[in-house]
């Protein structure tokens, strides 16, 4: 298999969430396409499971933040809404 997606990743590990859903969406474009062969497939793929994978980790460290700041405020925030 391919080395790419790591490098790819870590190469990417200053990105936007933005940049990440368009990157992601440029590939799943390339993917859909008739002349990209299976290899080139799983090579996108790898790369595509990458970047969601930072966009994860993006989303929770953004999700702490906020929790964080809440909480500082004095305004707990839940994942339920109670308060």
Known sequence: ???????????????RITDISAKIDAI????????VSIEQSIELFEEGMALTSKAQKLLQEAE????????????????????
Do not use: F
């Open 64 to 83: 702490q933040r906020v929790a964080t700041l809440s909480a500082s405020a004095g305004s707990p925030a839940s994942k339920d809404g109670d308060q």
């Open 1 to 15: 298999m391919s080395k790419k997606a790591p490098a790819a990743a870590e190469k990417d590990s200053n990105l």
């Open 28 to 35: 799943v474009s390339r993917m859909e396409s008739d002349d």
